[in-house]
């Protein structure tokens, strides 16, 4: 909280950029969506999916979170 009230000023321009791009950021997200999904006959661990999912989640949640990500359910699935 005390990082927020510092930075308020700054926080707040983002959220005005976001709101500002918001069309254009939901339009990637659909379509980044239907590019998952327009072929449901493909495997799911092709190389062509993979590179979707990975920028979908990456775009959403940072670079790398794909990686941290899939790592994650690798480790679940061991147990």
Known sequence: MKYNLEHFSELMEQAD?????????LKESDDLQFRLTSDLTR??????VQEIVREIYDK???KGASEFT??????????
């Open 70 to 79: 899939a790592c994650c359910f690798l480790a679940w699935c061991e147990q």
């Open 43 to 48: 495997s799911p661990s092709s190389e062509e």
């Open 60 to 62: 959403k949640f940072g």
């Open 17 to 25: 950029v976001l709101a500002e791009n918001k069309d254009e950021l």
